[in-house]
């Protein structure tokens, strides 16, 4: 075991490889707030790469109604009852990681979803938590329920990496992403049941393992992936983040994550610094929205509800274009965005121009409709 | 009251006694080989047959021929993932060979029979682990510069060999999908596109052939030397291994008549979730590849069409394990002669020494 550094639980821990950041890394924001749970981003990626014989059950990109849903089933109320209860001391973590508390003969702490497991991917949806007998206002809100986005959190510290006996997975220096090396697979499932976020996935047919590739062709091409650019609700935002003293705030994920603090972690108890960022329901209640993405959960809610101004632009750039942006402006007026290559790829008002128009189109002498 | 120590008792006791020393290491040596395995010695023969070996059929009347080696297994718990305890507690093993084939039929208690499938199914497996260049590797998966061979049998590629790939109704027998987009293009199942022989549905054998010089390091090979198949009747697993005795592949061992080599086993046990590191083990047991008696030297089986194609003992080689036999018997030979002449030689000294000392007395 190696003394690596996770910044998401404010100390060292301990980690079977030395720590090795990526040049870039993965890294996507969502906005639970705005989403309307309508699967888009499911079936885009689902017909982007799962679509063939063994991967009927596979469903990279995946979302969940909390409190209850979970797909594969209870699969995070399964290992938080693993793991046991861990307190935090502001932005430290007090309790133990999944490596941490890997059981004599394992090396990550972890469970085996059943087939049946994997066969329900939207159980419990739109089922919240309590009944409605009366109405219900901010800031929590009584009965309650929202969707989580997921896929594969391309972590810095991948629980399957630690758990392959074999190195069949590696983490991409020039992107991050975590793939497995489908040559050097012998379907051993040790990923399977390493990664907390179950999502590595045995392939049958093949007997191997297969997982989200974060559409890496895509990102090789400056373009996010499928399940970020079909987002009809415009709720994700693709980039790049940086660790903590490395970060630029012109950068649109070191923004949301370090700078507004906005966007935090999936389970950073669970200890392998996961790249997906999560802008937390404000209507939730807080104890769950602290189990689910750490101490975090207040001050997020509050920049949310009340943003600054560069917060307010930024915003305003989630789903606004399918290239990655790596770089962002606010003026008074508007957001602004470029691209690696420094091409600006998005330019958004915030007040959208209002165009008044005569009631008569006197070119065909016709009364205008209230359409465009 | 004592009797006197004349010539004739001294000879008598001397006898007595080397024989009593003999017996009693011999009781040594055969409790010792009872308790433990150990490389030390011969644990197990490859016996001749002048017949086509079973190398599909694990209840042939030819294993009779061979006698049975019992080889206690025990959790492998060096590198996680492991058990603790084996699932599997013992292992028992027969060999036979042909000249040209050798062949092993492993045999353990198993109630359940797991064949893989689904995402939380793991099969039943059995393995035969060899060095490459002799003497005796790290028994776990061997070492860098010293490679192991193994021999891998999977009930899984067993059923696939038998009823062809999974399919989604093997899993649940009611589901239905309507198409499979772009189900010839081999894009879509990279693990096949790329050769991987996990994924592959043309398996060559149920018997993996590998090779590994260290935990994590495990390769299979582009050749496949070996073939084999299980059967399970209820209660127990009954598996066969065989290859040729000479493969002329360097990531093969070589198996050389008249020659003794280590071999090394290991069982999964599907049921209780056993893969990769979690497996029953052996420590190094040693199997003598017996030599074809020379009556039968020459026969029909070292020439036969098999061996041809995956090639045979030459000639040289043969003359070289006699060579070794030979000189062994000599050593042994040699080994009596000296202890017939020093054990009498000592006696008679002490007789002498003895009789000079009451010389000087009287």
Redesign the interface.
Known sequence: MATVFNWQLGREMEYPYEENRPDKQFAIAFNINRCIGCQTCTMACKNTWT????Q??MWWNNVETKPYGGYPRHWDIKLLNMLGPGSWDGDTFEGETIFEQ?P????VLGH????DD??YPNMYEDTPAGSLDHGTSLPEHDPWMFYLQRTCNHCTYPGCLA?C???AIYKRPEDGTVLVD?????????C?EGCPYKKA????????T?KCIGCFPRLEQGVGSRCVVACVGKIRLQGWVSPPDEMDPSNPMDYLVHVAKVALPLYPQFGTEPNLYYIPPRWAPRAFLKQLFGPGVDDAIAAYTNPDDTLFGLLRLFGVTQEIITRFEVNDEEAIGWNEAGVEIARMPFDEPIYIRDEIDVRFDVQRMNEP | MTTPLNRSNIWRTAIYASVALLFVVALLVTLDRGSMVSAAQTDLTSVYVNQDLPINDASSALWDQASESEVPLSGQ?I??????DATIDTIRIRSIHNGSWVAFRMEWDDATMNE?????DYRDSVALQFPINGGEPFVCMGFVDAEVNILHWRA?FQRVIEDG????N???AN?K?NI????DDLA?????????P??TDDKPSAVEDLIATG????EAQDVVHTTGWGDWDGDKWSVVIARPLITHDVQDTQFELGSETPVALAVWNGEE?D????KSVSAWVNVAVEDIPSAASGGPTITDGTTVVLGSPSQTEVVETSNEALWALIGALAMVVGLLIFVPAVVFMTNRQKRNKTAENG
């Open positions: 679509f063939s014989e063994g009927e059950q890997a004599t003969g394992e090396k085996m979803p059943s087939d994997w066969a758990n006996p074999r190195q489908q040559e050097r697979c012998r379907g051993y499932r040790k399977v996935m045995y392939r049958p047919n093949e007997g191997v297969e | 718990n590198t996680p993932p492991f058990n603790v893989g499938g689904g995402s939380d899984d790939p999974l399919s989604i093997d899993i649940f589901a999908v499979y987009n772009q189900a879509f199942t990279p693990a096949k596109a790329v050769g991987n996990i994924a935990f994590g390091t495990l979730k893969v990769n590191g979690k």
